[in-house]
């Protein structure tokens, strides 16, 4: 009977080493695969797929107003909006244009200025304008007002100067003392 034991638990052995060695190969052959796979797509067509994914992602209704060539601080701004965490405000330019800027709810003067920095940075790549803002030309020559009240004070909440979602801040031209 003992025979019977070790000649059944040695069948058993050999049969799960057996197994073992077909798995370790079948894994082989799949890690080989995928290593093929990642090998033969190559970095345009990947590109292409994420961008189709991408496109479709910004179709979502919550995603809907940005732009297909989204950047993920844009994805993170909007949501941040949806959820009550960020609010918009609409700084009005000489020209007319108005930039929809999204900044934390509690952000300062120096985030919303950074913000519109990030915001025509952005638009002059996807437009492909002008290469180069002076950004420190622009705010010696600029302030950013509200209701009147000049945002002067960098470290100052936005909320301290009365601005919440939607409200409208204006670029004016500093004048000149002579």
């Known amino acids: 009977m003992d025979e019977f034991k070790e000649g059944s638990l040695?069948?058993?052995?050999?049969?799960?080493l057996e197994e073992k060695t077909v798995v370790d190969e079948i894994?082989?052959?799949?890690?080989?695969?995928e290593e093929e796979d990642e090998e033969a797509?190559?970095?345009?067509?990947?590109?292409?797929?994420?961008?189709?994914?991408?496109?479709?992602?910004?179709?979502?209704?919550?995603?809907?107003?940005l732009p297909i060539q989204v950047t993920l601080e844009e994805v993170n701004s909007q949501v941040a909006l949806e959820y009550g965490?960020?609010?918009?405000?609409?700084v009005c330019k000489a020209d007319g244009e108005v930039m929809p800027i999204v900044?934390?709810?509690s952000a300062t003067v120096l985030d919303l200025k950074k913000a519109i920095r990030r915001y025509m940075e952005l638009k002059q790549q996807?437009?492909?304008?002008?290469?180069?803002?002076?950004w420190k030309y622009v705010w010696r020559t600029?302030?950013?007002?509200?209701?009147?009240e000049k945002l002067e004070e960098d470290k100052k909440k936005l909320k301290d100067y009365g601005i919440r979602n939607r409200d409208e801040v204006t670029f004016l031209k500093k004048l000149r003392m002579k």
């Open 10 to 16: 040695q069948n058993v052995d050999e049969a799960e």
């Open 27 to 33: 894994k082989e052959e799949q890690e080989e695969e």
């Open 41 to 65: 797509l190559p970095h345009s067509e990947f590109l292409d797929i994420f961008e189709e994914g991408l496109a479709l992602m910004v179709q979502d209704p919550l995603l809907c107003d």
């Open 85 to 90: 965490q960020a609010m918009t405000v609409r």
């Open 103 to 105: 900044v934390v709810q």
């Open 126 to 134: 996807r437009e492909g304008g002008v290469k180069h803002i002076s």
């Open 142 to 148: 600029f302030h950013l007002v509200f209701n009147g």
